[in-house]
């Protein structure tokens, strides 16, 4: 079955610099990648998914890329705010099935 | 997007009781819910796929006669923890996925804690 492994586990970074997350998935069917931010006592939030057919996607301050041949994608956090601190969980899915990754902490320090 | 409502948020049980949690879709009709499970400082592991009108599915190493799972209606499935131990309490939550917005998108439920002691 698919296994996600995501990098790092935590993160600290001054407020206003980028803050880059890496994730690599085992079953190259997988054809749908969302990352979630978590926050403490809440349920996961989707921030940005991308389609195996799509390289990169970019929502304001946040991107993704995917490199099918790599089996690899990541989440890109520019211009990071306080705000942005919480748990961020990668995910692959084939069949509406979400693999999760292992979770990055983010902190972002003012 | 789509709102997907767990119900109770939080919960605490003795030891040897049974547990019912409830995962709502609240405007659009899911036949597919998922239960997940997350211990402190985790990630999610899915446990079982909720499918309505049929049985659900579980995961490896998942005991579906101690997590039993209902979706009796397109909008409704419930988790019940039965004969609760200490090594249950974790963070459940359910997410459900909507045909008419596309096959793989996701809403999450907001999590329930349960304590058991």
């Known amino acids: 079955g698919e296994n996600v492994e995501q990098h790092p586990s935590t993160l600290s970074v001054q407020e206003g610099d980028s803050a880059v997350i890496k994730c690599t998935y085992s079953?190259?069917?997988?054809?749908?990648f969302p990352w979630y931010k978590q926050e403490l006592g809440k349920g996961p939030q989707l921030i940005i998914d991308?389609?195996?057919?799509?390289g990169e996607k970019k929502d304001q301050r946040i991107a993704v890329t995917l490199n099918k041949t790599a089996k690899h994608f990541s989440l890109h956090i520019t211009e990071t705010q306080p705000e942005d601190s919480a748990v961020y969980f990668c995910?692959?899915?084939?069949?509406?099935?979400?693999?999760f990754g292992t979770g990055t902490l983010l902190a972002v320090q003012p | 997007g789509a709102v997907v409502s767990q119900h109770p948020s939080w919960v605490i049980c003795k030891s040897g009781t049974s547990v019912k949690i409830e995962c709502r879709s609240l405007d659009f009709q899911a036949t597919t819910m998922f239960w997940y499970r997350q211990f402190p400082k985790q990630s999610l592991m899915l446990m079982a796929t909720s499918n309505e009108g049929s049985k659900a599915t579980y995961e490896q190493g998942v005991e579906k006669d101690k997590f039993l799972i209902n979706h009796a209606s397109l909008t409704l499935s419930t988790l019940t923890v039965t004969s609760a131990h200490p090594e249950d309490s974790s963070f459940y939550i359910c997410s459900a996925n909507t045909q008419g917005w596309s096959n793989t998108e996701a809403f999450f439920g907001q999590g329930t804690r349960l304590t058991v002691v």
């Open positions: 079953d190259s069917a997988s054809n749908y």
């Open positions: 995910a692959a899915s084939l069949t509406n099935k979400l693999i």
């Open positions: 991308i389609r195996s057919n799509v």
